[in-house]
């Protein structure tokens, strides 16, 4: 298919920004689709549906916090999601094999330094083979529907990935922003910046799940894409848009609520963000498992984090990690 009969959507939205422990993760994906009406879930729906209960003969592309559930069930469903549309982006078909393969994917401008990782040793517990929770025949299948669907569409998915944030790194950015909703940006505004780069030439239209409560966004991206002109198109409570231009580029961003219900691209964002912000508390609760055995795992927000790091103590103690990145200041 000609690029010039095609557009590109894409998709923005993050998971944990609220807990006490683990990381940040912001997900995109982008799909480049016949010009006319599409709407993603309907030309998918051959193997895509936003429905949880039809997981037994579909991928299920919505909100994160519709698709999973910590239930065997629910992490099956969610892994299936992430792992065949990733798997897309991969040559072979195969995808990441591996949790270090996962975060690989990531473009390096938006990759952990090596630095960064070895302050936070728990993602050398990631698991050593993909996938976890499913069969991976079943897995193949999926791939092959999958990949057989958008073929014959004419859809193509041309980006995806997750942008990761352990809590040291957002402690340090917190201590030169002195604000979380701007440390927010940093990390989806450079996934931002990277879309930008790569795929507003073909003219782009990027859905961001809305930051907070924030309803300004322009000076935010003239900031982020110097040399680019914001147009301001509305700025209201639940959706505020812009076009940005230069020579070169033309992109159109909504900051939207809810956006995951309205654009396929922030849905599977929000999978794909969910399922490593997954896999990297199951690396950190096995790391420190190893530390101290019978300690009761954690998903790291609030509540349940302060109880484990009560219970986890003698763990703490032995690892000589400061608190500083374990525990988020804001």
């Given at each position: 298919m000609?690029r010039?009969d095609?557009r590109v ?19 995109w ?5 016949p ?31 519709k ?6 069930r629910?992490?099956r469903?969610l ?9 897309q982006?991969?040559?072979f ?16 401008a ?13 993602y050398e517990?990631?698991?050593a083979?993909?996938?976890?929770h ?15 669907t ?8 041309c980006d ?11 402690n340090?950015?917190w ?9 927010h ?13 790569t ?6 239209a990027?859905f ?32 505020s848009e ?26 599977l ?22 530390l ?10 609030t ?12 763990a ?12 988020r200041e804001?």
């Amino acid at each position: 298919m000609n690029r010039d009969d095609t557009r590109v959507f894409a998709g923005i939205d993050e998971a944990g920004l609220g807990p006490l422990l683990g990381p940040l993760t912001v997900g995109w994906s982008a799909f480049r689709v016949p010009r006319g009406p599409v709407n993603l879930w309907s030309r998918l729906g051959r193997v895509v549906t936003d429905e949880p209960t039809e997981d037994r003969h579909k991928l299920v592309v919505a909100d994160s916090k519709k698709v999973y559930s910590r239930t065997p069930r629910g992490r099956r469903r969610l892994e299936l999601t992430a792992l065949t549309f990733l798997a897309q982006l991969d040559p072979f078909g195969l995808g990441p094999q591996s949790g270090a393969e996962l975060l690989r994917l990531t473009p390096p401008a938006l990759a952990l330094p090596r630095e960064v990782v070895a302050d936070h040793p728990w993602y050398e517990h990631l698991p050593a083979e993909l996938p976890v929770h499913v069969p991976a025949d079943r897995l193949s299948l999926r791939r092959q529907q999958l990949r057989s669907t958008l073929l014959r569409t004419g859809i193509d998915l041309c980006d995806a990935g997750v942008r990761v944030q352990p809590a040291g790194e957002l402690n340090r950015r917190w201590a030169v922003t002195d604000n979380k909703a701007l440390s927010h940006w940093h990390v989806t505004g450079g996934v931002v910046r990277h879309l930008w780069e790569t795929l507003a030439e073909e003219g782009l239209a990027l859905f961001v799940d809305r930051l907070g409560g924030r309803r300004l966004y322009a000076p935010l991206l003239a900031d982020l894409l110097p040399g680019a002109k914001v147009e301001v198109r509305c700025e209201r409570s639940d959706h505020s848009e812009y076009i940005v231009r230069d020579a070169a580029h033309s992109m159109r961003i909504v900051f939207a609520e809810r956006c995951e219900e309205r654009a396929f691209a922030v849905a599977l964002a929000s999978c794909l963000a969910k399922y490593l912000r997954e896999l990297s508390m199951e690396a950190f609760n096995a790391y420190f498992g190893e530390l101290q055995p019978g300690l009761r795992p954690t998903a790291g927000y609030t509540t349940d984090g302060r109880r484990w790091l009560a219970e986890a103590a003698p763990a703490l103690a032995r690892s000589l990690h400061a608190t500083g990145v374990l525990v988020r200041e804001r």
